[in-house]
């Protein structure tokens, strides 16, 4: 997050050589929004200089076209740019700092006063818009007085496929003029390459450029300065730096414009992307298509550094779930229906499909949201529509479609885990763009073979995928073990009177992890805050002695830091919010290890138990006097039972009776009616 305060000018401003056909429009930086109305909470401090921006300024006329270069942050919706009353475009929708540029047509200033005007769209949206200049060159003459030439390879002088991030001493991403290539992708301030290598038509000035890889790698850096008319030449080096051994990067939700419709990265671009990320495994998801990426990376000659996979992101009135990986040549499954139970059954019989994936579950498109509250029990795991969620997994992290509490997805997964649904936790970026959302921000490690990405073992990693043997990353891995011995997706039997779980959280040098939570059946059973060493990759190693439980529990660790700002990786704000707050996070999730604490043998849900307390036809006082030895996440699927079998909780003798019970039975039962359709 970027705070207010610091948003001066003297933070914005850069100086280039006074060219002979630079003009400037104006030095300084206006905040622009609703008075009174702000987009975010952060933006209190600040009060907008209005909602439409409007600068003279002297210029002489312009007989060929020149280029307008115009400084904006956060910007999220589509703010019009006028010059004397022509239109010249949009700034970029875009909510990270860049300098943009819009094209000036011949005639369009003239000779003494002109009139820059921006204007606001009708959703609120606070943005920082300035430091505009124009040169009297088009847009690529302008960028091709300078040059940057960026060389990136491994540790033993290997090229490395990478993104190169090109910003000003501020990290303002700057414009670049690179020539066209199946090998790259190109955005402002932003290179990706598959032969980690480009040259960069830039303007004179000082540049930051920074070298990466994804989650997996660390981050190079270099400062320097290009004169007009020089060409500076640049050689960076990354090492890997977080372990990975025996576990494949997947990204199960990608899109393309090609296919898909919408964002702005080809299927062409998009294969330099995934490579430039590091990703093992990306699935081809695009809306209601079978997209294949596999030719496209042939003829790119990136055959080596991933796996592609067919699939599709099944787009309904009734939410969006992935279907992966299809057979070539498959039909589509029923994307009209808007019964789960049919479409569920047209996916699960599209020829090839292993895993159904729910997307950003608490989103909104059609005006329907998989677990909303209105038709989904947010603490019983119950949906009222229907054949219910029979998915194999969901979305917990989806890094282009954040919320602003990132806790929401994971607390409808525990209440489904709850539930007794074996649902696999998921993160993902449903990326459609080159920069503007990153490919892999949000992504899953699947426990798989991993020594030859160019031919992952699809069967192993969809296995794991049903099985929980994953984990989830956004900036943090972390791993989980009760035991020394039981992973996630584990049955932990025969655990010692103190059991012991040891929590690893490992990330690269560039984030930090500041705080770990393990939960067991969704409730925060212990909790630490953390301080890594400067520079470590393991962020945590902690042991934790288990309380003692007499009933079977599923056990998750979560950790989470502060959100990464810089250009290279930085975490994007909440796709759709309520909330005005919000802090940028990178987190780590694992999947359960399930715990046999009563000793059967096998591991029973919390709904298993409430089936065992509640008879057909209950006596409230027996069954609270039942469950007095279990937590609350028994006593919610308890009180979801009673419920159906008709008991009215909210009846006032049957209130008096629970109300007197114990706090787990108090506090379950009262989530339950307050999580009531």
Not at 533 to 544: E, M, R, Y
Not at 569 to 591: C, D, F, L, M
Request: charged share 25%; with cysteine; glycine share 8%.
């Amino acid at each position: 997050m970027k705070p207010v305060l610091a948003l001066t000018l003297a933070a914005f401003f850069v100086t280039f050589p006074l060219l002979a056909e630079r003009e400037e429009v104006t030095s300084e930086i206006f905040h622009l929004g609703t008075k009174g109305l702000p987009e975010w909470n952060e933006f209190r401090s600040s009060e907008p200089h209005g909602r439409n921006l409007s600068v003279t300024f002297e210029a002489k006329a312009n007989q060929e076209e020149s280029t307008l270069f115009i400084r904006q942050d956060d910007v999220k919706q589509g703010w019009r740019v006028s010059l004397n009353g022509k239109r010249l475009g949009n700034l970029e929708r875009f909510e990270s700092k860049m300098l943009h540029t819009l094209k000036v047509p011949a005639k369009t200033l003239k000779d003494g006063e002109n009139r820059l005007s921006i204007a606001a769209p009708t959703a609120l949206d606070d943005v920082f818009v300035g430091g505009a200049f124009l040169v009297n060159k088009a847009r690529e003459d302008a960028l091709r007085q300078s040059f940057l030439e960026v060389r990136v390879t491994d540790s033993k002088g290997a090229p490395l496929p990478c993104r190169i991030t090109i910003t000003n001493e501020k990290d303002y991403l700057m414009p670049l003029q690179v020539e066209a290539s199946p090998l790259v992708a190109v955005r402002t301030g932003v290179v990706y390459s598959l032969e980690g290598k480009t040259t960069a038509g830039v303007l004179p000035g000082k540049y930051l450029v920074y070298a990466s890889r994804g989650f997996e790698y660390g981050v190079a850096t270099a400062k320097v300065r290009v004169a007009e008319g020089e060409t500076r030449s640049i050689r960076l080096s990354l090492d890997r730096e977080v372990p990975t051994e025996g576990w494949i990067s997947c990204d199960p939700h990608v899109h393309v414009k090609t296919f898909s419709g919408h964002g702005d990265s080809t299927v062409e671009e998009r294969i330099p992307t995934i490579a430039g990320e590091g990703l093992e495994l990306p699935i081809s998801t695009d809306h209601n298509h079978h997209a294949d990426y596999g030719p496209y990376q042939e003829a790119a000659g990136a055959s080596a550094f991933f796996t592609t996979v067919i699939g599709n992101e099944v787009t309904t009135k009734v939410g969006h779930f992935n279907a992966f990986p299809i057979k070539k040549g498959a039909p589509l499954p029923n994307h009209e229906t808007e019964s789960w139970k049919e479409l569920f059954k047209s996916i699960r019989a599209t020829p090839g499909v292993e895993v159904i994936l729910l997307n950003h579950p608490r989103n909104v498109h059609s005006n329907f949201s998989p677990t909303d509250p209105s038709h989904f029990n947010r603490a019983s795991g119950e949906s009222q529509r229907e054949g219910g969620l029979e998915m194999d997994a969901i979305e917990v992290i989806t890094s282009a479609a954040l919320q602003a509490d990132y806790t929401g997805p994971f607390e409808d997964w525990f209440a489904l885990l709850n539930a007794g649904k074996r649902v696999t936790a998921a993160g993902s970026s449903d990326t459609h763009d080159v920069n503007r959302y990153l490919l892999g921000q949000g992504r899953t490690y699947l426990q798989c073979p991993d020594k030859d990405p160019a031919n992952v073992d699809l069967a192993a990693a969809c296995r794991a995928f049903r099985e929980g043997r994953a984990l989830v990353s956004m900036g943090l891995l972390t791993h989980l073990r009760v035991e020394e011995r039981f992973e996630v997706g584990d049955l932990a039997t025969k655990l010692p009177s103190k059991a012991t779980a040891r929590i690893q959280v490992l990330g690269p040098r560039w984030v930090d992890a500041t705080r770990v939570v393990l939960y067991g059946n969704g409730l925060p059973i212990w909790e630490s805050e953390v301080e890594s060493a400067p520079n470590a990759i393991t962020k945590a190693d902690l042991k934790v002695e288990l309380p003692k439980f007499t009933h079977d529990i599923h056990l998750v660790a979560i950790a989470n830091g502060s959100g990464v700002t810089k250009p290279f990786w930085e975490i994007p704000r909440p796709y759709q919010h309520k909330s005005k707050e919000y802090v940028s996070r990178v987190i780590g999730a694992t999947n359960p290890i399930w715990l046999d604490f009563d000793g059967d043998g096998k591991y029973t849900s919390p709904r298993g138990y409430a089936e065992r307390l509640v008879e057909k036809k209950p006596m409230l006082a027996e069954t609270l006097a039942k469950l007095s030895d279990f937590d609350s996440s028994v006593a919610v699927q308890v009180a979801a039972l009673l419920t159906v079998r008709g008991v009215d909780l909210k009846e006032t003798k049957a209130e008096a009776a629970w109300e007197k019970a114990s706090p787990a039975i108090r506090t379950g039962f009262s989530e339950f009616l307050e999580a009531s359709p």
